[in-house]
């Protein structure tokens, strides 16, 4: 069974959003990939968020730049948790894609993730769907174990490259 | 006949969005007044847009505020010229209303006016019509005309406040 | 069963993040409220977070403002989703806030509403409980049902009184 | 007959705005384009803007970097619809361009578009006359429609890509 | 003789830009006050720049705000040196009137002072004309010495408060 | 005899600020080049402010980066027009030099110009000696004039290449 | 003997910067207070860092706003370190305050605090001399003890407060 | 003994921070290097602040990037001063990274510098261990007069440059 649906505006964020799927891939968290535009197919954008849930869908993860309308209409027809993935385009770095995601009104909440930080929204799906999941919840804390190491990692690294200066 | 549909998300923006009602008043120019909602009712908000030329607007003019994807969904879903006007919330003074409303991708314009200015927006509309409409035209140039003469009495009190200055 | 823990770092906040509490009052979710603070109490906090699973929470919703680490910290030690709220103080309307909470490096997401959206984490901590919770959703759909009645009366409201316009 | 005049400051701006020009020519409607400048011709550009209607013209598409004054200047002494395109040059990343162009006072509305949107100009232009032209309306529809069809394309090009993946 | 002509674009700005005129009278500058609009009258405004010189005038101070043009565009049209000052207006705190002013193109400087500084407007004026006034240049540095001899009075001052606390 | 300085806090400002010095040399106005720091050289800076007078300079242009204090400091210490550049460096693209130099207090001002803007800076700098010397006011009115022509040949050469489309 | 010397632009900075004054107070160090301008007095500012020294002063805190220049120039001027305080002003939030105090150039650091956050300078202060000084470091440690205990009493205050909700 | 604790989150922060370590290498201050990550190992992070008196160290440099999360923390638990060095990232310029570090709440002060400003950051240790340590302080005031030298050196090159310009 599918449980997080990644969308996006445009193939063009894909090179973005892929770190979403991979993220999803190590934790084994099944997903699809879908280019669903809010401005070009505005009701097929509304047909995808609606049948989300008969679909099986747990979590949506969005992403989309500039005036980044995608992740909150995707909100506004799903009662699911909806994930929003501010993606940089040409001006402006990211910061018209922020504010477009995340400063929703009262009532339609979008989870906003970093500029560009798509990887995080494919960790934060998991967390989501861990709340409730003791297994994926292991799996969770392992990595965050991992990520402890290889700052020790790192650190000795570091430190060892500095003992050999001259 | 309505020429013009005038859209906003919560009647909280009609403060702000009935400065674009009075200007289309001004000009004579026959308007409708809704609270359609992008993210409370997407559905609606679509019907609205894909009806309008049947229903013989010409121009729309939506405005909202924060996330302020309302302009931009409408446009999505009308061939019609969508007029958007940035409304400032609590915080930002209005300028994630203004990336989230002006920073549309290739394929849907939106003209945006200046943060607040509805009043703006009702002008613009007047110019749109305008443009193809001899008799609206002329009373456009009456009405810049009337701004040069506003000028002008103000210019003659300040000096003469000026001068009366011990 | 406490499913959510909303905590922020001072009570200076209160007035903020009682909205969250107050949407999961309305979705009768099991909650808790606590002062931890990152910069007052690191080690209390880092407590807090990892002991958050063994104590049964799902999910936690962290306010914070300026340097606002509290979010970011506190799901560095859980592995559960971690909501936050961007606190406006007294300059800078919040930009600091969001922008110390949302651009979180990757391995560590935050979910991050608007700036001041406390009544929206609320609501995203109910969507993510609701994601493997049938009777939860339900009712987010009966609720949101219920912002489209509020749109539709305010509609009808706002052209009642404006037909009644002389 | 010349329904729309494409101006700009500079011919450095033609890169960005010859993306205006490719849009009215895919809709088969004339157009001129002329360098005008604010700053150093501001009286031809006055007689630009007041000459605009006797020579025919519907619409003004101006764009202009920096203190970007060519837009709301032209605004100012025609009655014509004027779109701004702010134009992104080395510093700033066209935030002054938007800012110099949208934030018009009351009276003299200017069309803006998203930093570098010449394309959209351009697609707003043929919205405003096809207001009042069916024929002109139909074609906007039917390109609307080949954007869905474009988005379709890649969600299957993607998913097909995807499968693909070993 | 009237050396500095100060303008403005509405009597709005004047109780900001009467700052400029008081700071002119401390000095002995002749100087007049006008409402001059970019967007409202443009041919006024052009027609007083292109007159500035043989009128007399030496420098011109202009203040305006928002997309706030006619600082340049005066300066487009006149040699002589033209001082801008940044209004502020309801919304963003004056940085869009400070970015329309500043940012002006290779060829046509505007000397611009701080958001809502008309006073330094005034004073650039007077050190303008110092540069070849020895007279004017002597009570600049009377000026400059009073500024000194106010800050050791404010020291003392603060210092003895302080002493006196218990 | 030398009519304006020009200082920089580094000799990697040069590339930025050798356009203030080809402008006056273009109008034939002695000028001499300094590096002269703020913070590094603080009480050198005063030196060279307190002796511009008497040395003959007219005029003072200023160029610093970031923490922008040169332009500002030396208007502290001379009654002497300075002209502030603010260099962009590596980060931040100029706006904290532009702020920098722009936001003096009452008192002291500094004539800034755009972000790397030193070309209007010796312009200005010509502007302001020109206001009080006919010779040189001739001079800049010419340049006006050729910018006309440099215009009206950029639209003959946009026009033809356009018509030579095939 | 004094050890920190506390100064600022103008006394209007007072109610800002008296809380670094009651902060050194808590901790029991000597300090001293006095209105030194950078703009106003450039000479007698330079003389008090110079002489910081030689009259036994360790620390230097020092506010100011706007073009912000007094602590760069102060540490331009002497070897101890000088703690920046961003006093915010009318406008733009003290954002212009940070960025002319914080972006110093490489080689004369300026240790910068939050937006108005003399009680932190006068805080970091301590903590400098508690770096060298066993007992005043004792005393930080006790005072950062305190911060967790007040936290503590506000958690149970909050929590008693919700119980008692009917 | 070792006297700064220099630390980074990650060793992609260490072409920046490297800066930090040839300043004090400069100074002949023994320093340590190390990886230490606020969101990836927190409690590793608390313990290394926590022990820094212990084991000698004097002043603690923090590096970090974007949610800057790691100078605040470490300073919420240690009493030594910490300097806060915004690393910047591929968005936002450092913008980020400064707001998180400088903007911490009262009770809690990070000594910031500016972005990417790992030198400064160094040699505001100097400064810190230098104002109770008198060679140090002279090794300081040696310093600031070879910046003097420096100046004067480039001043006389550019000079020498200019006059051989044919």
Redesign the interface.
């Known amino acids: 069974m599918t449980d997080v649906g990644i969308i996006m505006?445009?193939?063009s964020d894909?090179p973005v959003m892929r770190?979403a799927a991979e993220a999803l891939d190590e934790f084994e968290v099944a997903h699809e990939?879908?280019?669903?535009?809010?401005?070009?197919?505005?009701?097929?954008m509304?047909d995808y968020a609606g049948e989300a849930?008969a679909r099986g869908l747990?979590?949506i993860v969005a992403g989309a730049?500039?005036?980044?309308?995608l992740p909150?209409?995707v909100?506004?027809?799903t009662?699911?948790?909806?994930?929003g993935v501010p993606v940089?385009?040409?001006?402006?770095?990211?910061?018209?894609s922020?504010?477009?995601?995340?400063?929703?009104?009262?009532?339609?909440?979008?989870?906003?993730?970093?500029?560009?930080?798509a990887?995080?929204?494919g960790?934060?799906a998991v967390?989501?769907?861990?709340?409730?999941?003791p297994a994926l919840?292991a799996k969770?804390?392992d990595f965050?174990e991992s990520?402890?190491a290889?700052?020790?990692e790192?650190?000795a690294?570091?430190?060892a490259s500095?003992v050999e200066r001259p």
């Open positions: 505006g445009s193939d894909w770190l990939v879908r280019v669903v535009s809010a401005h070009r197919t505005p009701h097929l509304l849930v747990k979590v730049g500039g005036a980044a309308h909150g209409m909100a506004s027809a009662p699911l948790p909806v994930i940089p385009l040409k001006h402006l770095d990211g910061m018209d922020l504010l477009s995601i995340v400063q929703m009104p009262a009532g339609v909440p979008v989870a906003t993730v970093s500029i560009g930080g990887r995080n929204a960790l934060l967390r989501i769907l861990a709340a409730t999941d919840l969770m804390r965050q990520l402890r290889l700052v020790a790192k650190d690294a570091l430190s500095l």
